[in-house]
């Protein structure tokens, strides 16, 4: 594709919050804690070092009070998630999507649920709000809870109420590429007491201090604040992933090589601050997003053969990246090989449907889930960077619509 950008210039996957020096002062405290508490209109936040580590905790303390073993989760979702429910031993139930969209297929949860069901887990895919309802009501038949991956969407509101909040348990995730990062970090949330209680306890039980572990992080945030700018995003970013698909491996180039142990450990206090920092940016952030990809989603609905992944009316997801669906897998991998390799925010999302990771075969198993792998098979993100100019995004438009006329 031609672009007037220069060639040193690397446009990040996703729309991270741009980091501020200032956020990194050793001085002074902040409680990301109370912050995001605020952020999200919740009783209370328990911070946790990972979205991951979240996950694990809510299930863990769900197990003990339960006894209840399976848990229910989109066939299209970051293997995180089953590596999260493998790591607390419990039987993992792959659900399909519902045709054309990120919820679980109805039918099929329905199918998933009985006695033995401990947690039903819809996800807030990409900034989208999911069918949280439909998710209740099929806990509420078999008495399992309700557990809402809002990894992606801090800051989605559904019928004007913060993700996360609806179900019994929600979570976010604080890595890097999700808006507010403390370079890995988690929330969890829980909407009664004594299931907060049980997860404060869980939490101080499996996920104790580690230097080593917090250093690193440390290091890595530190890293962050120094490369997440575009001219230096083509080392920290571009250069890797053009290797790995230069050897044939999307999986890596996305980061979706994932695997065990998970790691579990406090989130330092340092970094708890330069993240309460930040989140005074948040809003204003998610806003001006908001603003972009509605002009360039109004862009985009205008070419045959495209359709956005967008919320329903009502609804106010987050714009990390715009997740686009294209007629069919040749047309889009036609349009990542274009694209991908460009530097100019174009992606995907996750590579594979989970049974089709052969590293997580193991956990997964074989299940027959046409939506997930439709979906996998033919979607691919743009960027909602602020960086990511009119004129880059006018090339991509005419790349996709190149290879979608006639659709």
Not at 147 to 168: F, I, T, Y
Not at 282 to 298: C, I, P, S, T, V
Request: hydrophobic share 45%; aromatic share 8%.
């Amino acid at each position: 594709m031609q672009s007037s950008r220069p060639a040193s210039f690397e446009v990040p996957p996703t729309a991270g919050l741009p980091p501020r020096w200032r956020d990194l002062s050793p001085f002074g405290d902040a409680d990301l804690a109370h912050r995001a508490a605020q952020f999200l209109h919740a009783e209370s936040v328990q911070v946790e070092c990972s979205g991951t580590a979240s996950l694990v905790v809510a299930l863990t303390a769900m197990h003990r009070l339960s006894g209840r073993r399976a848990v229910v989760v989109p066939a299209y979702t970051c293997p995180l998630v089953a590596l999260a429910v493998a790591h607390c031993g419990l039987e993992l139930r792959v659900c399909d999507l519902a045709p054309d969209g990120i919820d679980l297929d109805p039918a099929g949860l329905s199918a998933l649920c009985d006695r033995d069901t401990l947690a039903i887990v819809p996800t807030h895919l990409a900034g989208r709000v999911a069918d949280v309802d439909a998710a209740i009501a099929a806990a509420g038949r078999c008495g399992a809870f309700v557990v809402e991956d809002a990894a992606q969407a801090l800051g989605a509101r559904r019928c004007g109420r913060p993700v996360g909040l609806d179900g019994d348990a929600g979570f976010f995730s604080l890595a890097v590429g999700k808006g507010l990062t403390t370079y890995e970090g988690g929330l969890l949330v829980a909407r009664d007491a004594a299931l907060r209680a049980q997860f404060a306890r869980v939490a101080r039980e499996i996920a104790p201090r580690r230097l080593g572990w917090e250093l690193r992080r440390s290091l890595e945030l530190f890293g962050y604040h120094l490369f997440y700018r575009p001219s230096l995003l083509r080392y920290a970013y571009g250069a890797p992933l053009r290797r790995a698909l230069g050897r044939g491996d999307p999986v890596a180039a996305v980061g979706d090589d994932f695997s065990p142990p998970i790691p579990l450990h406090t989130l330092g206090r340092w970094r708890q601050a330069v993240g309460a920092r930040a989140f005074v940016r948040l809003a204003d952030f998610l806003a001006a997003g908001a603003e972009r990809a509605r002009r360039r989603k109004a862009r985009l609905a205008r070419m045959p053969g495209i359709a956005v992944v967008d919320d329903r009316a009502g609804d106010e997801g987050t714009w990390p990246f715009l997740l686009l669906r294209l007629p069919d897998a040749a047309r889009r991998d036609a349009a990542l090989d274009l694209l991908w390799r460009a530097g100019v925010g174009v992606s995907r999302l996750f590579i594979h449907a989970l049974p089709d990771y052969g590293y997580l075969a193991g956990i997964v198993g074989e299940h027959d889930v046409p939506n997930a792998r439709a979906f996998a098979a033919t979607t691919l993100t743009v960027s909602n960077s602020p960086w990511l100019g009119d004129e880059d995004f006018e090339a991509i438009c005419a790349a996709l619509a190149s290879i979608c006329h006639g659709a």
